[in-house]
Structures are given as structure tokens and as C-alpha cells.
């Protein structure tokens, strides 16, 4: 059975950070391109980060905006698992975050669309 599971949400303050992971089982997440997106309330799925499979080029990684120097996406192969450190944390970052595994392996996935497999999400609140 295929699944893509979430951890590592959670609740803190304004400046924490948390770190979310993202296991795979039934497939070899390091065969995948794996993306974050998150959902606010009454807000549509928006990209965060995105990390490619290694391929002979190396691995790529694109953010948002908005995150850009805040969140770092990586992954370990090794463990079947691709990390999404978030820092300082801003109120607007509260949202359930979505880890997304796509068969587009040297792809950037940065929309929903390219999207082969999705976790259940995990939540992040985040208190001013």
C-alpha cells in the first residue's frame, strides 16, 4: 500500500521553529520529486518548497517566496525521508502542511497538478 505520511507539526511562538518530516511507504521516496504545500483556512493549497530526486545533476530546491531563508528542504535517502525545517515562524505560517510526492523526479514540483501522491497533512499553528 502506497502512503506518505506527515510528523512534526505542531504549536509554538512566533520566532520557533519546528521541523517536519515526510516518510514514505509502498514506494522508494528517493525515486521522487517530493514537494511541501500548505493549506490555511478558507485559503487555497499554496507551494512552499520543493526538492528533486538526486539525479546526475545533483539535487535542486526551490521556495516560496515568502519562506525564502526561513524553510529548508532536504532529504535522506538513507531513511526513506525528506525534512522541512521552518524558522522563525510567523503567524501566517499556521497552516496543515501537506508533504506531496511526485513521479517527475528531476522535477521542481511546485503545483498540485504534478502531484502523484499526497500525505494527510500535519498542523502548524503558530501564537503572535
Known amino acids: 500500500q502506497v502512503q506518505v505520511v506527515e510528523s512534526g507539526g505542531g504549536s509554538v511562538q512566533s520566532g520557533g521553529s519546528l521541523r517536519l518530516s515526510c516518510v514514505a511507504s509502498?514506494?522508494?521516496?528517493?525515486?521522487?520529486?517530493i514537494a511541501w504545500f500548505r493549506q490555511a483556512p478558507g485559503k487555497e493549497r499554496e507551494f512552499v518548497a520543493a526538492?528533486?530526486?538526486?539525479?546526475?545533476?545533483?539535487?535542486?530546491?526551490t521556495y516560496k517566496d515568502s519562506v525564502k531563508g526561513r524553510f529548508t528542504v532536504s532529504r535522506d535517502n538513507a531513511k526513506n525521508t525528506v525534512y522541512l525545517q521552518m524558522n522563525s515562524l510567523k503567524p501566517e505560517d499556521a497552516a496543515v502542511y501537506y508533504c506531496?510526492?511526485?513521479?517527475?523526479?528531476?522535477?521542481?514540483?511546485?503545483?498540485?497538478?504534478?502531484?502523484?501522491?499526497w500525505g494527510k497533512g500535519t498542523l502548524v499553528t503558530v501564537s503572535s
Open positions: 506531496a510526492a511526485s513521479a517527475y523526479f528531476s522535477r521542481l514540483v511546485t503545483t498540485t497538478r504534478e502531484v502523484d501522491y
Open positions: 509502498g514506494f522508494r521516496l528517493e525515486d521522487f520529486a
Open positions: 526538492i528533486t530526486a538526486i539525479t546526475r545533476s545533483g539535487i535542486s530546491t
